[in-house]
């Protein structure tokens, strides 16, 4: 079975602190993503990466960054926290077509 | 762009049929995909099906694409109180990024 693991489960953070979120997968998947869960809105693409270095934006990358530097692990960076990134976040692993396997996500909170 | 809709509620009794549907908009889908949330969990991976399929069964799963109206549906047969969840579609494009509807909550009520 794919495993896909988020390192934490419950984060809390202050407003500008810098948060690393990290994601590791063991079953050898190019391609790596981040989304971001609020209710109503389903999930939306932060960042995605396809090979180990490379990064494409997704469709809110705005204070986010990520990191690939080995081809298990994906981090999601938030720069500087703000109340507005408060949110569920879930990274998947795919291989080509057969869907995404997700982690079961990180509940962050920014007070 | 990409769109994908879904309507946000259903509730259903148990043992009836529970049917999701959703609509997406973008003509170059390769592949759609339902999966289901657990309370707390992450997303699990339930079916998929290749945009020149129009039916895939998966023992009480049963996929329907309807590529000209660009509708997805999933009918879950004898639905049980452990369907309670909510089920999100998703279509993905030569990219493999997954495009995701905002999700359907299910419930189960006996």
């Known amino acids: 079975d794919v495993k896909v693991t988020q390192s934490s489960r419950y984060l809390v953070k202050r407003t500008g602190e810098k948060v690393f979120l990290e994601c590791v997968q063991d079953?050898?998947?190019?391609?790596m993503f981040w989304y971001r869960q609020d209710p109503g809105l389903g999930l939306r693409l932060i960042y995605f990466s396809y090979d180990v270095k490379m990064k494409e934006k997704g469709d809110i990358p705005e204070g986010y960054s990520v990191s690939r530097e080995k081809k298990e692990r994906f981090s999601l960076i938030l720069e500087s926290a703000s109340t507005n990134q408060t949110s569920m976040y879930l990274c998947?692993?795919?291989?080509?077509?057969?869907?995404?396997?997700f982690g079961q996500g990180t509940r962050l909170t920014v007070v | 762009g990409e769109d994908v809709e879904q309507s946000l509620f259903l509730s259903v009794r148990e043992g009836d049929s529970s049917v999701i549907n959703c609509t997406y908009t973008d003509s170059s889908s390769t592949y759609l995909y339902w999966y289901k949330q657990e309370p707390g969990a992450g997303l699990q991976l339930l079916t998929y099906i290749f945009s020149n399929m129009d039916m895939k069964q998966d023992q009480r799963l049963t996929v329907l694409l309807n590529k000209k109206d660009k509708h997805l549906s999933l009918r879950i047969a004898d639905t049980q109180t452990g369907d309670s969840a909510i089920y999100f579609c998703?279509?993905?494009?030569?990219?493999?990024?997954?495009?995701f509807g905002a999700g359907t909550t299910v419930t189960v009520r006996a």
């Open positions: 998947a692993s795919s291989l080509q077509v057969q869907g995404a396997f």
């Open positions: 079953m050898d998947h190019e391609n």
């Open positions: 998703a279509e993905s494009m030569i990219d493999y990024k997954l495009s």
